[in-house]
């Protein structure tokens, strides 16, 4: 499937598998639906260095406050219009 993050994923059937590091690195990703963007900005969160996630529209439909809670609560967010 491929690796983000640092981490490599791989599917067969109905099973994946995600080998990872300890610490995850910054990544260019693309979510493409609602629980994969979402997924993608937790990652994110928890990576060292900076993230560019597409696809946040789905983010931005499905949770209309999850971002700005998550800058509140800390997070280095910027976000652009899709």
Not at 19 to 43: E, F, H, M, N, P
């Amino acid at each position: 499937m491929g690796s983000a993050f640092g981490a490599t994923v791989n599917a067969s059937g109905a099973m994946i598998t995600v080998q990872g590091r300890s610490a995850l690195k910054a990544a260019d990703v693309a979510g493409k639906d609602i629980r994969a963007a979402t997924a993608l900005v937790i990652a994110a969160l928890a990576a060292e260095g900076t993230s560019t996630i597409r696809g946040m529209y789905h983010v931005r439909r499905g949770y209309v406050g999850l971002l700005p809670k998550l800058a509140a609560l800390g997070a280095d967010l910027t976000t652009d219009r899709e």
